[in-house]
């Protein structure tokens, strides 16, 4: 079971993700999280999935995308860091990536399909890691990261969007299915 970071593992910004995590054993946190997800997400029809909660606001759709996406980038920032690479990797614009993306054209079925095997690669990339890799520091948009702070960015990144989404887009009187 790999303790949860210390604060001179990752950038401050991600506190905020981090902090939201129970103890636990990450590996277990992700596998739970993912069918916590599903179940929340799971009825939330196409219509549905296009829901914003204000103008110039994510859809359903696109937040699902998203948090796909960032993992996916923070796995690759993962791995990379635990094979020991040196070069430091560059960030993104989540912004851009989900304006390119047209996770709205997507159904909410294929969204989450794919949010599920995004999540089964990243806890089968985890379980593959030895003792010492999860300690491994490298370089990633320009602030200094441990293999193990990453893997709990992760968590706490779907964590923080499933509570937006419960909050900010089911719990409104303007949301659909209200």
């Known amino acids: 079971m790999q303790k ?11 506190a905020t993700y981090i902090n939201l995590l129970h103890e636990g054993d990450i590996i277990q ?7 916590e997800t599903n179940l929340l997400l799971k009825d939330i029809s196409d219509s549905e999935g296009h829901f914003r909660y204000a103008p110039n606001k994510w859809s359903i759709k696109e937040v699902i995308g998203h948090i796909a996406d960032t993992e996916r980038i923070m796995a690759y920032r993962l791995l990379s860091i635990a094979r020991g690479e040196t070069t430091s990797l560059p960030g993104y614009n989540d912004d ?13 079925e294929y969204l989450l399909s794919n949010l ?11 379980k593959s890691l030895d003792a010492e890799a999860w300690l491994q520091r490298g370089t990633a948009n320009n602030s200094e990261v441990t293999v193990r702070a990453l893997a709990y960015i ?4 779907e964590l923080h969007h499933r509570k937006i989404i ?13």
Do not use: C, W
């Open 96 to 108: 851009m990536y989900v304006l390119r993306a047209a996770f709205d054209k997507q159904s909410m």
């Open 29 to 35: 946190i992700l596998e739970e999280q993912i069918k």
């Open 166 to 178: 419960k909050e900010r887009y089911m719990s409104t009187a303007d949301h659909p299915s209200s």
């Open 154 to 157: 992760i968590a706490g990144h």
């Open 4 to 14: 949860r970071p210390e604060a001179n593992e990752y950038n401050p910004y991600y």
């Open 116 to 126: 599920t095997i995004v999540r089964q690669a990243t806890v089968h990339l985890l």
